[in-house]
């Protein structure tokens, strides 16, 4: 079953990455998880990023619901009337009409009326018409339908916007884990590696105890430094264990199941925590350009665009209503014949319809106050960017800083390590004890595990700096 699950999670990368594609599911022993496919996990099967999915699929759907009020519009409408034996009216009306981009609206239908009560005004019998009905002033360039769709195509684009800002942060706290899970192997393998040379160290010591080279004392010096490494080794296994743990709720199968590391595996990028290699710095003007196209940025782009519709939608509170209604009129049923008969000669009705506020109060209220959202929204976004750029800059000091940093370590680490090496020189020849040896030896595990701290707080700001410009993915 163990195997079953490992497959469903590293399978799909040995098949993206090349370097894993030669690794055998059956040497578990050699089992590793790069950065790089933890951030590809992260990006197709943790459950957040699913749901950002899912957001942007709602979105579309918002689109469509928009575009519902253009859809041409079929209806009938029929009322009789008979009292005390009088037929008033019977009346027959099937209509489709079909809403414009523009804001007209051209419908067409039959019509049959018939009755002893009927309006004088109204036609009897079998009639047809074709006509347009139309703003000419308010609501021409800009109505609340037309709004409604540019907004919800604007809302698409947030919303992808908005799963960038979502996987930018979801991968940063994945990338940090992963990070934090390194250097918990790292440290682990460094001490691991220490209680090996110890028990060596001890052996030999108790050989040339035996052999009357060494006083006993030497073996309890020995014995001391190896307890104490043991039990070193044994929290650095549990703290190794937890940061597996808290990675593994970033990691996800393709079923949408929760994926626990084994032991076995262990991290690809341990080298780079305790390689002679210095990592190398960004540029950060590319870095700076980045952040204008970052997504929490951007949404703000999408909201100045969506007050920009909302402004042109307000002006129109300000223009005078002038509604112009034009029909075809035809007897029978014959539509094509009524809607291609000359216009304004006979048969026909049209009617205008106009109104304005004397003082406009509430369309100059609305439109004062959106373009007072506008210059709110661009003093926002302009101090969003500010505060983006001056992150990132103190991201960059930080990563320079560290460079520096873990050269310095990196130097000194050699000279523990040669100093330790010098004792053991000097402790072979006789000038030398055990406990300068153990001295010598523990500053250099201390100056190694300092320098992989660094170098992990190193790629862990680097990844913030990548986080600060959004390029996160």
Do not use: C
């Not at 969506?306 to 075809?328: A, G, H, R, S």
């Not at 001056?390 to 940093?405: H, I, P, S, T």
């Not at 100093?419 to 040896?437: K, T």
């Amino acid at each position: 079953m163990k195997r079953i699950i490992k497959s469903q999670i590293f399978f799909p990368l040995l098949l993206i990455y090349g370097s894993a594609a030669a690794q055998s599911l059956a040497e578990k022993e050699k089992m590793t998880l790069s950065e790089e496919q933890v951030s590809e996990i992260v990006r197709r099967y943790h459950p957040i990023s699913k749901q950002a999915d899912i957001s942007v699929e709602k979105s579309k759907t918002d689109i469509t619901i928009a575009k519902g009020n253009f859809d041409p519009v079929l209806q009938n409408q029929t009322a009789k009337k008979t009292f005390d034996g009088t037929n008033y009216y019977y009346y027959n009306r099937p209509e489709f009409s079909i809403p414009t981009w523009f804001g007209a609206e051209i419908r067409g239908g039959i019509e049959y009326l018939s009755g002893n009560r009927i309006n004088p005004e109204e036609t009897r019998g079998e009639t047809s018409y074709f006509g347009i009905s139309m703003p000419v002033v308010k609501n021409f360039l800009m109505d609340k339908r037309r709004a409604d769709l540019q907004k919800a195509k604007i809302i698409k684009e947030a919303t992808q916007t908005e799963k960038r800002s979502i996987l930018n942060t979801l991968q940063r706290d994945a990338l940090h884990t992963y990070w934090n899970w390194v250097q918990q192997y790292q440290i682990y393998s460094i001490i691991s590696h220490a209680v090996t040379v110890n028990e060596k160290r001890m052996e030999l010591i108790r050989i040339t105890y035996k052999l009357g080279d060494r006083p006993a004392i030497d073996t309890t010096e020995a014995l001391a430094q190896l307890q104490s490494f043991e039990l070193l080794k044994s929290q650095a296994w549990v703290e190794f264990q937890n940061a597996g743990l808290e990675l593994s709720v970033y990691l996800w199968t393709s079923n949408t199941e929760p994926y626990y590391l084994p032991e076995t595996v262990t991290p690809a990028d341990s080298t780079s925590t305790t390689g002679e290699k210095n990592p190398g710095l960004p540029e950060l003007d590319s870095l700076l350009s980045a952040i204008k196209q970052h997504p929490e940025l951007m949404q703000y782009s999408y909201k100045q665009k969506m007050l920009d519709i909302e402004k042109k939608l307000k002006f129109q509170e300000l223009l005078p209503t002038v509604n112009l209604e034009y029909n075809q009129l035809g007897k029978g049923y014959n539509m094509f014949k009524t809607a291609t008969a000359p216009l304004l000669e006979n048969n026909f009705q049209y009617g205008i319809k106009l109104g304005i506020p004397l003082r406009l109060s509430q369309g100059r209220g609305e439109y004062k106050k959106v373009r007072f959202k506008i210059t709110e929204t661009n003093l926002q976004q302009s101090l969003k960017q500010l505060q983006m750029e001056n992150k990132a800059k103190g991201y960059f000091n930080e990563l320079v800083a560290l460079k520096k940093q873990v050269t310095i370590q990196e130097k000194a680490y050699s000279n523990y390590l040669l100093l330790q090496r010098a004792e053991e020189l000097r402790f072979q020849s006789g000038e030398s004890s055990l406990f300068l040896i153990n001295a010598r030896e523990n500053k250099a595990l201390e100056s190694l595990q300092k320098l992989v701290e660094l170098k992990t707080k190193y790629y862990k700001t680097l990844n913030s700096l990548k986080w600060a410009a959004g390029i996160l993915k």
